[in-house]
């Protein structure tokens, strides 16, 4: 089998598994018109459509998945095969290619991301960066950071620190005119940001003391989905934020802003790097677990 035609057999597998050119694009290292024309380029050499394309969606037809059912183990063999070369390697090699909410990635990654470069030269590591729930398998990842109670059971999930929370913070100008809050219940008294995810839909201030529990759903003029435009919201004096605690800090150290309700802020779910059950860990992979446990 020629080279050319061993490439458009993988491009093929890469959309069959992604549902997406842009997105087997992003998993071969090519433009996703590359992808498109090796994929054509396979179906007009073996004479059968594999894929049906809309302009919104990528299926399978009979064939296809036929052909995908066949194929997709073989290329798992063959990566797993390069793989176990990495035991006569001094580094790792690969690629990983992982996905981690914006918000929380620079606490995650920061400290991580220049020794395990450092230390494994021939790595690669992509690093997505996204607040909106993304399904690993299916968008080309190899692995996820998420809070524990959004991990599906057929994921494999590792405990990471720090364990972060989220506080209330205003600005020495708000609380001019206005009492720190000494108990959730006090904040209808004030104007606070909504926080939202990206899709738009809204999610409530939490707190916990002793074992009691309280919500508070804000109903203030400003929603945003972004931590630093909440700080610097805050900063302006008109508000209190509800925001991950690493990006207040700098800011409350500072005297900038003032932390309220610290005794009921408490430390969210354990946050955990997770990855396929059945997906064979690569020297790569395992790379980056050990240096973000570390």
């Known amino acids: 089998m020629r080279a050319s035609e061993l490439s458009e057999l993988a491009a093929f597998v890469s959309v069959a598994k992604t549902r997406n050119f842009r997105l087997a694009g992003l998993e071969r290292g090519v433009t996703a018109s590359a992808i498109s024309h090796a994929v054509t380029s396979l179906e007009e050499r073996v ?8 302009t ?5 037809t009979d064939a296809g998945d036929l052909l995908n059912a066949r194929l997709a183990p073989a290329f798992l063999e063959i990566r797993d095969a390069v ?5 006569f390697r001094d580094a790792p090699f690969g690629t990983v290619r992982i996905n981690v909410p914006h918000s929380i990635g620079r606490f995650v990654l920061g400290k991580v991301i220049g020794p395990l470069i450092r230390n494994n030269p021939a790595l690669r590591l992509e690093v997505i960066a996204t607040d909106r729930m993304v399904d690993i ?11 524990g109670g959004t991990i599906s059971q057929d994921m494999v999930g590792v405990k990471l620190q720090p364990r972060l929370r989220l506080v ?36 409530p201030w939490e707190f916990e003391k002793d074992g009691e529990r309280i919500v508070f759903e804000p109903s203030g003029p400003l ?7 909440m700080i610097e919201a805050v900063l302006g004096g008109v508000c209190l934020g509800y925001v991950w605690e690493g990006y207040a800090r700098p800011h409350i150290e500072a005297g900038r802003l003032i932390q309220c309700l610290d005794d009921w802020c408490a430390p969210e779910d354990w946050l955990y790097l997770y990855y396929p059950s059945r997906r064979h860990v690569s020297a790569a992979m395992r790379a980056l677990i050990e240096a973000i446990k570390a």
Not at 56 to 60: F, I, Q
Not at 182 to 203: D, F
């Open 83 to 87: 793989d176990s070369l990495n035991q």
């Open 56 to 60: 919104r969606s990528v299926s399978l």
């Open 137 to 147: 398998v299916n968008d080309g990842f190899d692995a996820g950071i998420r809070l």
């Open 47 to 54: 004479g059968v459509r594999l894929l049906n394309r809309t």
């Open 168 to 203: 209330v913070v205003g600005s020495p100008e708000y609380f001019e005119t206005r009492p720190l809050p000494q108990l959730p219940q006090e904040l209808r008294q004030h104007t606070c940001i909504q926080n939202v995810y990206p899709s738009g839909i809204s999610y």
């Open 223 to 229: 929603a945003l989905d972004d931590n630093e435009l």
